[in-house]
């Protein structure tokens, strides 16, 4: 199974990922609206970018109360039943890595669904910040590990890019 890995080191926060993603998933050149996030922390020279986990066990599905949030058997991504959300938000709050976020326009809640198994975020981004490898037990672990490490750094200085 493949996943999205992300090299930190690599982001130069270009914002192109979320600009494809944007326009890929809702025909508009707007950051807000992408799947992808970047997190900038200007005085560390710190790049971001966040995504959905694909967790194994995900915390949104737990939480959300329609029962709209399943596993794709094929790309194993997590997949919402867009028709069936009410936007009530709790699965987006019980994300530890904000890895969802509400489309105001759609009154729902949405997050990376890997372009059904061809992320467009992989292909456009210029320095292989984002790769789409299969996923073994030593990338896993590297993948939580950094997702750990961002949990514990300051509040992101926020830009005019999203």
């Not at 493949?2 to 025909?27: I, N, P, S, Y």
Request: aromatic share 6%; charged share 20%; hydrophobic share 35%.
């Amino acid at each position: 199974m493949k996943r999205l890995q992300v090299d930190f080191d690599k982001c130069t926060g270009c914002g192109l990922c979320q600009l494809v993603c944007a326009v890929k998933h809702d025909r508009q050149f707007n950051p807000v609206l992408a799947r992808i996030k970047i997190f900038r922390y200007e005085a560390q020279g710190l790049n971001l970018p966040l995504i959905c986990q694909q967790c194994a066990h995900p915390p949104c599905a737990a939480a959300c109360l329609m029962n709209v949030i399943t596993k794709d058997a094929v790309t194993g991504a997590t997949v919402r039943d867009q028709e069936n959300c009410i936007g009530c938000r709790l699965c987006q709050a019980a994300c530890p890595f904000e890895g969802c976020t509400y489309d105001y326009d759609q009154d729902v809640v949405v997050n990376c669904d890997l372009c059904g198994g061809q992320p467009a975020c992989v292909e456009i981004c210029p320095t292989g910040a984002l790769q789409y490898l299969e996923i073994d037990l030593v990338l896993e672990r590297a993948r939580t590990a950094e997702a750990v490490k961002w949990v514990s750094l300051p509040e992101p200085e926020r830009s005019q890019h999203g």
